[in-house]
């Protein structure tokens, strides 16, 4: 079989050798199990699909939410002699009929079905009637209600279990924590699924992050080094965007808007053009998202912070699918930090659910802080340990400003001792620097040795120093708590006087001698 398989990667789709894991994959797949892949997207997940559900007899269903996407992957596959076809909501009902015919004519081995499709009424017993392959489900993070990419059509995806028994699923994903990774096996109820985690660094993207201070002529000095290329310009609000275009456009550049709320033709035009042209620059919104596959995007920038570690990471990964070097450049600002966690706090969602966004974006802000190697944190937070310093990202290659932060830490963490380990940021802050409040006198907190002995610093130097120590793990801030601190094993040397401790020197920040102390 794996004959077989290397037949079909060399003549079929012209390919020399499989990549990374895909070779132990297709092996699984083939040989019937449920298999669990994580992959950096262009890292070659098609492949670990397509070439095992052609090899199996029947046909094999690939359940993608990417309609466009599907389109695409279906046309490259006709052109290259493999019978692939799809449904979804852009048919027309002459189009599906067509379609139904050729499965039962047995003309289709690849069939591409939206989610929706696939969980109307009667259409996994009507497929039922058809040998199936495999079943593929790509995208399989959207199944998670923690993320940004959850659809709830995912989650009923494990009838596929009971209505095709025996039949070898295959989930996919280019974003996983290890907790989303637990969510995709249980909600799907994979059985036994072997899993396959591939490094998700991207050797090729450069990461660096500034502090906001004037957001456009940071932006033209960086556009300014990247003079012939192509790339994304991310922003959060649909205004920004066409400011932001239109302003790009004023001075030269040929720059095109992206966001949800253009008509839906100028939107397919925008991205047929980016798709095309070179030295192009699209400014989008997150609406301008998964399945962009336009390998010489050399930049992605942030104008404004994403949602979390996990967007910015699939956001950032439509830089550089070619391989050649790529930028991933972002500025924030403090009022980024307000405006999103105010937008999460404003959602309907449920309370826990708004707390896990807090968290989310906690972890994103403590990663903009960060003094280390950037692109080793990024892939800790992923789970993956790198046992050296990229030497290609901006904290690598210029090292940021840090200060002794051992006393003020020690005093934080006293405080977070004395305090019970039951209160967040915003209390613990307060008990430090000495402020009297209702709560503070209903609690006693006025009373305690630590009450006071931090006024000397800024709140919002104690926040940059509370989100430091939680990204560095001395403390841990627990979002089934209501985002209580406590303290973690590695708070002991330092809280025992044994270590130093260095945090970074937020930027835009004044010195503290020229603040006045509330006090
Ligand atoms: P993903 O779905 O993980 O983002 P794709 O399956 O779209 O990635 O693959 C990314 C690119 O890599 C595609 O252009 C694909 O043709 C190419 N590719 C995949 N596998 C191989 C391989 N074994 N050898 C060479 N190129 C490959
Ligand atoms: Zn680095």
């Given at each position: 079989m794996l004959q077989q398989a290397l037949y079909l990667l060399e003549h079929t789709y012209g390919y020399s050798a499989f990549r990374g894991q895909q070779q132990h994959i297709i092996e699984s797949a083939l040989a019937g199990e449920d298999v669990l892949v994580l992959m950096p997207t262009g890292g070659g997940k098609s492949l670990c699909y397509q070439i095992p559900a052609l090899i199996r007899p029947g046909l094999?269903?690939?359940?993608?939410?990417?309609?466009?996407?599907?389109?695409?992957?279906?046309?490259?596959l006709t052109q290259l002699g493999i019978k692939a076809a799809f449904l979804n909501s852009t048919l027309s009902a002459d189009e599906r009929r067509t379609v139904a015919y050729d499965l039962r004519q047995g003309n289709i081995d690849l069939l591409y079905i939206a989610p929706e499709r696939l969980l109307q009424p009667g259409t996994l017993q009507w497929l039922q009637q058809f040998q199936i392959s495999l079943i593929a489900i790509d995208e399989a993070h959207c199944v998670s209600q923690w993320g940004h990419d959850f659809r709830a059509d995912y989650l009923q995806l494990n009838q596929l279990r009971e209505a095709?028994?025996?039949?070898?699923?295959i989930a996919l994903t280019a974003t996983a924590t290890p907790r989303t990774q637990e969510e995709i096996v249980q909600r799907l109820e994979l059985n036994a699924p072997k899993q396959f985690v591939s490094s998700f660094d991207r050797p090729n993207i450069r990461y660096s992050v500034q502090a906001k201070q004037d957001g456009r002529k940071q932006l033209i000095k960086f556009l300014?080094?990247?003079?012939g290329n192509s790339g994304i310009i991310y922003c959060l609000s649909r205004k920004k965007v066409e400011a932001t275009s239109e302003w790009l456009q004023s001075r030269g550049l040929n720059a095109l808007p992206y966001h949800a709320g253009l008509p839906t033709e100028l939107r397919a035009h925008h991205l047929t053009r980016f798709l095309r042209e070179e030295e192009i620059i699209m400014v989008a919104t997150i609406a301008f998202g998964m399945g962009i596959d336009k390998p010489d995007v050399r930049f992605v920038a942030h104008l404004d912070l994403p949602k979390s570690m996990e967007a910015y990471y699939q956001e950032t990964g439509r830089a550089g699918r070619d391989g050649e070097p790529a930028e991933a450049w972002m500025v924030y600002g403090l009022n980024d930090v307000m405006h999103l966690s105010q937008m999460v706090d404003r959602s309907e969602a449920h309370e826990i659910f708004k707390r896990n966004e807090k968290a989310k974006l906690e972890a994103l802000l403590g990663w903009c802080e960060e003094t280390s190697c950037r692109r080793r944190s990024l892939l800790a937070y992923f789970g993956e340990q790198h046992e050296?310093?990229?030497?290609?990202?901006?904290?690598?290659?210029t090292p940021p400003k840090t200060w002794d932060a051992t006393e003020p830490a020690r005093k934080l963490l006293s405080c977070i001792y004395r305090t019970g380990q039951r209160f967040g940021a915003g209390h613990v802050i307060d008990v430090l620097r000495g402020k009297m409040n209702e709560r503070m006198k209903d609690l006693g907190h006025n009373h305690l040795s630590v009450f006071n002995i931090g006024a000397q610093l800024s709140e919002q130097k104690w926040r940059s120093i509370v989100r430091q120590l939680?990204?560095?793990g001395f403390i841990h801030s627990d979002a089934d708590q209501y985002g209580a601190i406590s303290l973690m094993e590695r708070s002991r040397p330092l809280l025992r006087g044994e270590i130093q401790l260095f945090l970074r020197e937020d930027i835009d920040s004044k010195p503290e001698n020229m603040r006045k102390t509330k006090t």
């Amino acid at each position: 079989m794996l004959q077989q398989a290397l037949y079909l990667l060399e003549h079929t789709y012209g390919y020399s050798a499989f990549r990374g894991q895909q070779q132990h994959i297709i092996e699984s797949a083939l040989a019937g199990e449920d298999v669990l892949v994580l992959m950096p997207t262009g890292g070659g997940k098609s492949l670990c699909y397509q070439i095992p559900a052609l090899i199996r007899p029947g046909l094999g269903i690939i359940v993608s939410p990417l309609i466009a996407l599907m389109q695409d992957q279906v046309s490259t596959l006709t052109q290259l002699g493999i019978k692939a076809a799809f449904l979804n909501s852009t048919l027309s009902a002459d189009e599906r009929r067509t379609v139904a015919y050729d499965l039962r004519q047995g003309n289709i081995d690849l069939l591409y079905i939206a989610p929706e499709r696939l969980l109307q009424p009667g259409t996994l017993q009507w497929l039922q009637q058809f040998q199936i392959s495999l079943i593929a489900i790509d995208e399989a993070h959207c199944v998670s209600q923690w993320g940004h990419d959850f659809r709830a059509d995912y989650l009923q995806l494990n009838q596929l279990r009971e209505a095709f028994p025996g039949v070898p699923r295959i989930a996919l994903t280019a974003t996983a924590t290890p907790r989303t990774q637990e969510e995709i096996v249980q909600r799907l109820e994979l059985n036994a699924p072997k899993q396959f985690v591939s490094s998700f660094d991207r050797p090729n993207i450069r990461y660096s992050v500034q502090a906001k201070q004037d957001g456009r002529k940071q932006l033209i000095k960086f556009l300014a080094t990247q003079r012939g290329n192509s790339g994304i310009i991310y922003c959060l609000s649909r205004k920004k965007v066409e400011a932001t275009s239109e302003w790009l456009q004023s001075r030269g550049l040929n720059a095109l808007p992206y966001h949800a709320g253009l008509p839906t033709e100028l939107r397919a035009h925008h991205l047929t053009r980016f798709l095309r042209e070179e030295e192009i620059i699209m400014v989008a919104t997150i609406a301008f998202g998964m399945g962009i596959d336009k390998p010489d995007v050399r930049f992605v920038a942030h104008l404004d912070l994403p949602k979390s570690m996990e967007a910015y990471y699939q956001e950032t990964g439509r830089a550089g699918r070619d391989g050649e070097p790529a930028e991933a450049w972002m500025v924030y600002g403090l009022n980024d930090v307000m405006h999103l966690s105010q937008m999460v706090d404003r959602s309907e969602a449920h309370e826990i659910f708004k707390r896990n966004e807090k968290a989310k974006l906690e972890a994103l802000l403590g990663w903009c802080e960060e003094t280390s190697c950037r692109r080793r944190s990024l892939l800790a937070y992923f789970g993956e340990q790198h046992e050296t310093d990229c030497g290609n990202c901006d904290t690598c290659l210029t090292p940021p400003k840090t200060w002794d932060a051992t006393e003020p830490a020690r005093k934080l963490l006293s405080c977070i001792y004395r305090t019970g380990q039951r209160f967040g940021a915003g209390h613990v802050i307060d008990v430090l620097r000495g402020k009297m409040n209702e709560r503070m006198k209903d609690l006693g907190h006025n009373h305690l040795s630590v009450f006071n002995i931090g006024a000397q610093l800024s709140e919002q130097k104690w926040r940059s120093i509370v989100r430091q120590l939680l990204v560095k793990g001395f403390i841990h801030s627990d979002a089934d708590q209501y985002g209580a601190i406590s303290l973690m094993e590695r708070s002991r040397p330092l809280l025992r006087g044994e270590i130093q401790l260095f945090l970074r020197e937020d930027i835009d920040s004044k010195p503290e001698n020229m603040r006045k102390t509330k006090t």
